[in-house]
């Protein structure tokens, strides 16, 4: 039901959500962009049930996000690597992160900060920014139709 | 059951996606930032069940994302605005719709541009940058831990 209504909405976001929307499913990215890559090892430092892992996997490998491949070993065990599709999600990761930083974990500050290695700094907030290098607020943008609206779309944000 | 998992989680992706991380949750966001504010015009926007959309525009409220204020009127109708902390995840909000139009819509276009109004050019795509402006790959950072990490996050990313 809930998917029967978001595959009709063409917009973005909501067709992002259906492939990356769940908890688990951006905790794994998560995990991922960590250096997990072992399902034993997701399983451990994501503390989630075996079957839900393995279903949320299975899910990104079809959607295209990561790829499963069997490694040697004791086992054989399968490892999970991101696409260059998985790795795109790093801003969004990595902005949640600080959203995250800066509005639930205030008090207690970051757990965790992301460094650039070259310069041992702490990487730049994730900024919405215009082609001049301006960052950008709600107030400086307005929508527009793309060339993927469909009739509803176009009728809702007729270009101005 | 998996909310008692994810509250002993410190990370701030996890924090954060309890409070945004359900797909209604952020596309009602999404929708604020395209100007809706009337319980109705959520509904009709999203084509969402009246009693989800009230629980999940409570949670919203609940978690300072969004304001509810009574609006004169026909049955004075509330009236739903993103707060500070609600328009922080503008850029999350876009990040994603550039996901979606990158690797999903791929094919039929951006259904919806984001554009700045003083140049009437799209937004750039969303990045992470280093201080100096560089932008930055999964292969240029590492993790640290924070003030607030906990044992078990000071034991797996021990400072380098």
Known sequence: MRNTTFRTQVCSVARALE???EWWTLL???EA???TE???????RLGIAK???SERLSKLVQSGVMTRTAA???GNPQIYRLTEMGRDL????VALMQWGDKWINRETGAPIRVIERKTGRPVCPVELRGEGGTSLRLEDLRVA???GANVSIRQRFRDE
């Open 19 to 21: 492939v990356i929307g």
């Open 28 to 30: 794994i990215v998560r």
């Open 33 to 35: 962009f960590f250096g």
């Open 38 to 44: 072992r399902f034993s090892d997701f399983e451990d």
């Open 51 to 53: 079957n839900v892992l």
């Open 72 to 74: 040697n070993g004791r």
């Open 90 to 93: 790093l801003p969004i990761v």
């Open 145 to 147: 139709t793309g060339p």
